[in-house]
């Protein structure tokens, strides 16, 4: 079996944002739904099925649909004063923008597997949980041996979608099926296939990173440090915030 050659992945790195401003500007939900409003990409119908606020329907089913952990399953556990849930990286430079105006923290999420809460906790203050459970396309190119893997997919989803078009070729990571690309990557990512071909992190070629200030870069754009900073020294953990979208790499027999 061959390495699936190139996972491309979306991470988006907020990593000032807590920092901005001594000064929590005013806010509540109004201000905060106008601000993403007025984000150019994001337009009022498409708002219903990317904002919730705590009293909205969807906000419990959303919230609890990959929070893992028990303990922090209840009405006590700190909550995200809002969720926003993005279907392309517009939606997340938007929320990037309007965070950071509301000096407002964000929490990242792709398969929620982290136990501590990490990805939807935060007991600092109000914060915005950005869940990337729509975030999840999957493109997967047989010819070249990469995919383009978005952030909030699943590594089951990953592996199915290589061996649907491919017998022989595999993306080296963990054996968790419902564990999120995004976390799992920013991490390093330990697999069956790791002493041939290393870590999940080694064999992404190219991630897309949300930067505080809301510009979305690739590679090229970010600079071999910053990306080996995310895919392979430090895993995004290092930035404090991050987001991730993938493409993937070959694996050879
Ligand atoms: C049952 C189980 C089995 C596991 N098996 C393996 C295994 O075989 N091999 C292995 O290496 N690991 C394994 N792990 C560990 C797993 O890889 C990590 O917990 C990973 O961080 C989970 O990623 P997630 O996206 O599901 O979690 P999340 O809780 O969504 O995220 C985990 C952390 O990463 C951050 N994060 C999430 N998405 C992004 C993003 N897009 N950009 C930047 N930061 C982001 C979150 O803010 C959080 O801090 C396993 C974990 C569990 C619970
Ligand atoms: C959290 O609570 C909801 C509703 O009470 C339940 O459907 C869900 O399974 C719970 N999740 C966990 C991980 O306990
Ligand atoms: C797959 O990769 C090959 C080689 O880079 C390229 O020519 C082709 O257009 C790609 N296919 C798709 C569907 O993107
Ligand atoms: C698997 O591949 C087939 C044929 O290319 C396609 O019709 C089907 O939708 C794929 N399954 C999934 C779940 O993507
Ligand atoms: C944001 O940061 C990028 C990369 O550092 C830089 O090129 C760009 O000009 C910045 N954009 C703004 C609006 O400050």
């Known amino acids: 079996m061959a390495p699936i050659g190139s996972i491309i992945f979306a991470l988006f790195s907020l990593p000032f944002l807590v920092a901005s401003q001594d000064q929590p500007l005013s806010w509540d939900d109004d201000q905060f739904y106008e601000c993403l409003l007025h984000e150019p990409t994001i ?9 919730y606020t705590q009293s909205a329907q969807s906000y419990w089913p959303i919230l609890q649909s990959t929070l893992r952990n028990r303990r922090f399953n209840s009405s006590d556990a ?22 950071k105006r509301f000096n407002l923290d964000l929490r990242v999420r792709s398969g ?28 997967v190119n047989v010819t ?3 995919a383009w893997v978005e952030a909030g997919a699943s590594l089951g989803e990953v592996y199915y979608n290589i061996a649907n078009k491919s017998g022989t070729l595999a993306f080296p990571s963990g054996l968790c099926r419902s564990v999120g690309v995004g ?14 071909y290393g870590l999940a992190a080694d064999n992404v070629i190219d991630a897309l990173i949300v930067k505080a200030n809301s ?3 690739d590679r090229k754009g970010m600079g071999e440090d910053v990306f080996l900073g995310h895919t392979r020294r430090w ?19």
């Open 235 to 253: 895993g995004c953990k290092f930035w404090r915030r991050c987001l991730m979208e993938t493409q993937i790499s070959p694996c050879s027999s």
């Open 78 to 99: 700190s909550k995200p004063r809002y969720i926003i849930t993005p279907h392309n990286s517009d939606h997340i430079r938007g929320a990037v923008m309007c965070s």
């Open 43 to 51: 337009f009022p119908r498409q708002l219903g099925s990317l904002f």
């Open 215 to 217: 510009t979305l870069l």
């Open 183 to 196: 976390g799992h990557i920013s991490g390093g990512g330990q697999g069956t296939l790791m002493r041939k």
């Open 112 to 139: 929620g597997h982290d136990y501590e809460g990490l990805s939807y906790l935060d007991r600092r203050g109000p914060f915005v949980l950005l869940d990337l459970g729509q975030f999840r396309k999957i493109d």
């Open 144 to 146: 070249d041996k990469t």
